[in-house]
């Protein structure tokens, strides 16, 4: 116990010297790994503030051609070539020299590529992922075809001045750019490990051997001196029993046993109540089996609960009864050779059914044999019952692969309307990356085309009765905006212990939305002059009425018919007279007011609603402008074209109460105006009372 004892002394110091050491020779490639990664920032820095230095183009050093730039090569005055090396390319070619010299190997690495050649390795990918999350750096030691390694890497901040080059990537000033991975050879500095540990070794095993000595000399002696009182006590207690009475030795040794097995008669009940109340209120299911046919002996509530049946029907069954069909041959060859006494788990997980096949479930077994002297062994096992949970487990496992491979973007927000989790798909359509809006209101998203009033009704609604659907506007990164068709739940009071208040799915509606207003703008549009058509017109018209009528306003209705407009089609074809048309109906569009409505009814026919009138003379205003305008010559494809107009004009209430009549007015007025010679608008004349 001594030697033991020692020995664990000499191998705990040893093995703290040996720590020691360890991190000694760690802290010293730390600090040559920093030390040569600060210099290669220190010079990566230095060529970005001067914006890329130029060199001359040689063999070894050739235009960069991931560098864009638009002056990366130069000519001089007197013809010599030269090319911008911008801080990568730089960085890579003081790794080839820095190799060459001392066999230290630097890579300028990223996890946003624009170089294929500067991809990182899987521990770089690590170290990258590490600085993500806070880390400053990271040092390993690694041995690969190259002998032993130290592996240092650091996270190369964005500055002011990486943001000429890299701004355009969506970098900001203090984002991680990448990092410089800095190899180096670790022979010379493992060999000094092993040689200090070998004097280390040294000291404390000569130590500890002497330590030893001494302890070995001290145990001989008090050995010595324990013989010979053992021998002078020995004496003793021989003289003591020739004199004890052996009747007296018989009946003490015999009230001693009868005690002794009282005691553990006491003992052996205490602990079979102990055992059998531990088995009775255990969660798991326990039987006891025997061999060799592993009938159950005996089985607790918690089986009978397993299988559903009663404890009875299961007590003297083989297990093997209550193993499901599919297994029951694996299960059947483990305890033949637990019985044989061959290497078998402990531990496994087995579905368990009825012997009619029913009720399956699915346990975790622990099986541990009970040493006894009889020669047919007993085994205890153990069934947790794991049904519930498996289930469980597959659900959400179905419920994160929906997540992952919906095509809806999909959020997930806690009950103070924080973003807890989003989906591929929601990045795929709002741009935003999970890293950008986990934690933030989904406000974040929105383009500000919706009112508050907008929000406090969808929130009422979601309240009152736990979903909400609808358009909703929102904007890209980028600025894009676009609309989606947007449904928000109410997780249900099982799913809140997970922190999710609600979810929310949408998809992107916004090509649909534009194919919709494409389709309504023809629908009601003039499909040559994009003027309002005859049926929009008749709408508006009504609407003016409405109103009118309402408020006690007055509005007006023009007709308006291009004089000489056939002689133009005739004379000089279908598309010249296109193109007056459309030329007219801008022309009008600009006399008029922006409350008015133009509309082309067909052909040459043209009319104009003016809603709101402050007083006659305005309508005369507005039709003696459309009839100077259209009276302007016409540039068209045939050379210069003339028409005058033709307009007839009727007043709400005056010239007519209804549609039928306003308009029969102002008919009327159009052919006045034609009969009185064109180029001109006339009044309608007032209906009698």
């Not at 383009?447 to 009152?464: E, I, N, V």
């Amino acid at each position: 116990m001594a030697y033991l004892l020692v020995a664990l002394l000499a191998g705990s110091l040893l093995y703290v010297e040996f720590r020691g050491i360890d991190e000694q020779m760690s802290t010293l490639a730390r600090e040559r790994g920093a030390i040569l990664f600060r210099l290669v920032e220190l010079t990566r820095d230095w060529n970005a503030r001067h914006g890329g230095v130029y060199v001359p183009i040689t063999e070894a050093t050739q235009p960069n051609p991931y560098l864009k730039h638009p002056r990366r090569d130069l000519e001089t005055l007197d013809g010599k070539h030269l090319t911008m090396v911008n801080p990568a390319f730089m960085t890579r070619q003081i790794a080839e020299i820095a190799e060459q010299a001392d066999g230290v190997r630097f890579h300028l690495t990223s996890l946003n590529l624009i170089r294929p050649a500067n991809a990182a390795d899987a521990w770089e990918r690590e170290a990258l992922r590490s600085f993500e999350q806070g880390r400053t750096e990271v040092l390993d030691l690694v041995v690969d075809e190259r002998g032993p390694q130290h592996r240092y890497m650091a996270p190369l901040l964005v500055k002011q001045a990486c943001l000429g080059c890299h701004a355009e990537q969506g970098y900001k000033i203090g984002d991680i750019r990448g990092g410089i991975s800095v190899t180096m050879p670790a022979g010379k500095i493992l060999a000094v490990r092993e040689a200090q540990r070998f004097r280390a070794a040294s000291v404390f095993g000569g130590g500890a051997l002497c330590l030893a000595l001494l302890i070995h000399f001290v145990i001989w002696v008090s050995r010595q001196n324990f013989l010979r009182l053992q021998e002078i006590s020995a004496g003793q207690e021989r003289l003591i029993a020739e004199r004890t009475a052996d009747l007296s030795t018989l009946n003490g040794q015999l009230l001693e046993e009868v005690a002794e097995r009282k005691h553990k008669e006491v003992l052996i009940s205490e602990s079979e109540a102990r055992y059998r109340s531990v088995l009775e209120t255990s969660q798991d299911a326990i039987v006891i089996v025997e061999a060799p046919c592993f009938k159950i002996a005996y089985a607790n509530e918690q089986m009978a609960v397993l299988m559903g049946m009663e404890l009875s029907r299961i007590l003297g069954e083989p297990l093997l009864n209550f193993v499901s069909a599919s297994e029951r041959s694996a299960v059947e060859g483990n305890l033949v050779r637990r019985l044989q006494g061959g290497p078998v788990s402990a531990t496994s997980r087995v579905r368990f059914a009825r012997p009619d096949g029913g009720h399956l479930r699915v346990g975790d077994v622990h099986v541990a044999r009970i040493d006894r002297a009889a020669q047919d062994g007993q085994w205890v096992v153990s069934i947790k019952d794991v049904t519930e949970r498996l289930a469980d487990e597959r659900a959400l496992q179905i419920s994160a692969a929906v997540m992952e491979s919906a095509s809806e973007g999909i959020i997930v927000t806690d009950a103070k309307n924080h973003i807890m989790q989003v989906n591929p798909a929601f990045t795929a359509i709002t741009g935003y990356r999970p890293c950008d809006v986990l934690g933030k209101n989904p406000s974040c998203l929105g383009s500000g085309r919706h009112d508050p009033g907008f929000f406090q009704a969808l929130w009422q609604q979601l309240g009152s009765e736990g979903r909400w659907a609808g358009e909703v506007w929102n904007r890209r990164p980028d600025g894009t905006v676009y609309v989606v068709w947007l449904s928000i739940s109410t997780i249900s009071e099982e799913g809140v212990e997970s922190g999710g208040r609600h979810v929310a799915t949408f998809i992107d509606i916004t090509q649909r939305k534009e194919v919709e207003e494409l389709l309504r703008h023809r629908a009601q549009s003039d499909p040559l002059t994009d003027l309002p058509n005859r049926t929009v017109f008749y709408d508006r018209l009504q609407m003016a009425l409405v109103q009118a009528r309402r408020y006690g306003n007055e509005f007006a209705l023009l007709y308006i018919d291009l004089d000489h407009f056939k002689e133009v089609n005739d004379s000089m074809g279908h598309a010249a007279g296109d193109e007056l048309l459309v030329e007219a109906a801008r022309r009008m569009k600009q006399v008029v007011r922006d409350s008015d409505t133009v509309a082309r009814l067909g052909g040459d026919e043209f009319a104009v609603i003016l809603p709101q009138l402050r007083g006659r003379d305005e309508v005369g205003e507005i039709a003696r402008r459309i009839v100077a305008a259209l009276l302007e010559p016409f540039n068209v494809s045939g050379g210069e074209a003339r028409v005058s107009a033709s307009v007839g004009v009727a007043i709400y209430p005056e010239h007519g109460c209804d549609l039928e009549s306003i308009r029969g007015s102002a008919d009327a007025a159009l052919y006045a105006a034609k009969d009185a010679g064109r180029n001109g608008y006339r009044l309608a004349v007032p209906r009698a009372a």
